[in-house]
């Protein structure tokens, strides 16, 4: 199992923005639905974006407008663009990719290591 890359976190003020990017293995990038969570500190992680292998879209409704996810299948890549950064959206944010099967039972789930997003002025 290769475990996924995260990069781009980091401190900005309120109302600023931020591009998350993540990276991994070609058969995720071919086959998996792809997510981003986040876990703020003392509250349950919270799926905050998805996007299926095809592209589709779904975002939580606290980000519905300002948070943009895309994958980039050739390139290996998906983003997560926040504008509009809001002190509430301070979290350490993870890549996700995941495969069901038939069932919907996990076949492989794959984690980056996370990346801390700070929102304060």
């Known amino acids: 199992q290769v475990q996924l890359v995260e990069s781009g976190g980091g401190l900005v003020q309120p109302g600023g923005s931020l591009r998350l990017s993540c990276t991994g293995p070609t058969s995720i990038f071919r086959s998996h639905e792809m997510h981003w969570y986040r876990q703020a500190p003392g509250k349950q992680r919270e799926l905050v974006a998805s996007i299926t292998s095809g592209g589709t879209e779904n975002y939580a409704d606290s980000v519905k407008g300002r948070f943009t996810i895309l994958r980039d299948n050739p390139r290996r890549m998906m983003y997560l663009q926040m504008n509009n950064l809001a002190s509430e959206d301070t979290a350490v944010y993870y890549c996700?990719?995941?495969?069901?099967?038939?069932?919907?039972?996990?076949?492989?789930?794959?984690w980056g290591q996370g990346t801390q997003v700070t929102v304060s002025s």
């Open positions: 996700n990719a995941g495969f069901r099967g038939p069932r919907l039972e996990t076949i492989d789930e794959q």
